[in-house]
């Protein structure tokens, strides 16, 4: 490939919580399988979610405001309630605030090949995932149509896991496999196949250092001829 796209795209942990950074489209101008490692890497595409920012303007904006984005805990969460009763060790009531995504139930299953039963099974991050980065395709001014079957590495920088551990009282409860979907560990190889990219595929769980071992491993992964 004269031009080889590369998908890192660090999530930091529950969406929730730790909503995704940025997911970035990158480019080479290096023949594939050049070693050279101090050729020139583009980033043509980004994207982005974040509390009280839908995209990276809004998202901007707030950084150059100093906003905090930090809000109630919303009701439709399920936890406000029992977290409001709880108390720390020194006594005091833990904070009823937090950073949330917006809109994480609004998902269209359809655009990528999911039914609506697979898609209420999946982790918030997964959904998050597939449909920011769908928007950093379209930003790098290509269709996930033209980038399928071809070697498009996704890289996913993950750490909580707490998707995985609802996903698993809830089967213990009602004895039904979940299915795909419901462990981080997936993210990225779902990204990879629902958008059919035939490049490398990993999910790295760093705890902190997530999202930059992601980029690292994508950066690295260029030069090399990987993707």
Partial sequence: LGESPVCPVPTAAAATRHPPSVRAFARSAMPTGATAPNEGIAIVGIAGEFPDAPDLSRFWQHLREGRD???RIPDDRGFASSLGRQRSRSGKPISDKGGFIA???LFDPALFRMSQAEADKADPQLRVLLRTAWRAVEDAAYTPQALAASRVGVFVGTMNDDFTRIAAELQMRSADFLGPGSVSSELSNRLSFLMDFCGPSVTVSTA?????????LAR???????C
């Fill in 69 to 71: 984005c930090l809000i």
């Fill in 103 to 105: 809109d994480v139930d």
């Fill in 208 to 216: 902190c250092s997530a999202s930059l071992t992601a980029l690292h």
């Fill in 220 to 226: 690295r992964s260029i030069p090399a001829g990987d």
